[in-house]
């Protein structure tokens, strides 16, 4: 089975990073996603890793460590319209298991 | 190209009444998931299917729920009768098959509201 965890809430201020992070443990692992989630739209897609290190994209960075079972989401400048659950998502053998998501909350 | 679809956007019924969600994935994507989402939650898997086949129903509920996906595209997901537990986000997201990445691609789910 897959066990994800990550915060529940985190808040930040406009301008600043943050780093939200998700741990896993799984019988089985061939990467792992991150999605965003807006309130009442669907998860779109941020972020694959299956190897080891640091995957940037814009304003977006994904870490994987596999031997730890550790992932992190670093979101740099942050904007207003980041506001949003954050989803950690494991894939095994051939579905995604999702993390119960970390709502981002930025203030001005 | 566009997206996944699915209809209803929203639902409300009453109890032990059946609801029926429709889900159209993205042309040439033979993986079709449907998912629900609690609130608060992340999606948790309901069923797969490849092409038409039904690979993956180990978490549907199957005294109540009914998937099909007869011709392999389009796909239907059936409640009968639905309970007040059943009230959330009922998501369906496509993929292609094989290669070592996918993105799974959402559609804009269901909000399902059970009275």
């Known amino acids: 089975g897959q066990n994800i965890d990550q915060p529940t809430e985190m808040t930040a201020t406009e301008g600043a990073i943050v780093q939200i992070n998700c741990t896993y443990q799984?019988?089985?692992?061939?990467?792992l996603f991150w999605y965003q989630q807006h309130a009442g739209e669907a998860p779109t897609f941020l972020s694959y890793?299956?190897?080891?290190g640091l995957e940037e994209k814009g304003r977006f960075s994904s870490f994987l460590s596999r031997s730890k079972g550790y992932s992190y989401l670093l979101l740099k400048e942050l904007q207003m319209k980041d506001s949003a659950s954050y989803l950690c998502?494991?894939?095994?053998?051939?579905?995604?298991?999702f993390g119960k998501g970390t709502m981002l909350l930025v203030s001005p | 190209e566009a997206g996944v679809v699915q209809s209803p956007r929203y639902k409300i019924i009453e109890k032990k009444q059946p609801v029926a969600f429709w889900c159209n994935p993205i042309?040439?994507?033979?993986?079709l998931y449907w998912y629900r989402q609690n609130l608060g939650q992340g999606p948790e898997l309901l069923i797969r299917y490849e092409n038409e086949e039904a690979v993956d129903d180990s978490q549907l509920p199957k005294d109540r729920f009914s998937a099909e996906r007869l011709k392999g595209v389009d796909s239907t997901l059936k409640i009968q009768p639905a309970e007040l537990g059943d009230s959330a986000v009922y998501l369906c997201?496509?993929?292609?098959?094989?290669?070592?990445?996918?993105?799974?691609?959402f559609g804009p789910g269901t909000r399902l509201t059970v009275l």
């Open positions: 890793n299956v190897l080891d």
């Open positions: 042309s040439g994507h033979n993986t």
């Open positions: 799984t019988s089985g692992f061939n990467g």
């Open positions: 998502a494991v894939r095994g053998y051939s579905t995604l298991t």
């Open positions: 997201a496509s993929i292609t098959s094989g290669g070592s990445y996918n993105e799974q691609f």
